[in-house]
């Protein structure tokens, strides 16, 4: 499965905090790839990383720690991310 395609709000949380940390090293995922050839899969999951980190940009990082420190509403902080993604 591509990174996201199941546990995508794992995956958004996970860039979050890598970014909140300043990592800037290799992400790595373990793919099986098994409707495309290997090189299809990781082109397509290298688009989906990079579309979820510029989905968290174009949100602002900011934002959304801003959102967990001032009550940590999870539903809330859901909310407002799906808003994000379907508008």
Not at 44 to 71: D, S, Y
Request: proline share 3%; aromatic share 10%.
């Amino acid at each position: 499965m591509i990174s996201g395609s199941v546990h995508f709000w794992h995956w958004l949380e996970l860039l979050l905090t890598l970014d909140r940390v300043g990592y800037e090293g290799w992400l790595g995922a373990d793919i099986n790839p098994k409707h495309m050839r290997p090189e299809q899969a990781f082109a397509a999951n290298n688009r989906m990383i990079r579309n979820m980190i510029g989905m968290l940009n174009q949100i602002g990082p900011a934002k959304i720690v801003e959102m967990i420190k001032e009550n940590g509403n999870s539903a809330e902080i859901y909310d407002y991310l799906s808003n994000q993604l379907m508008s």
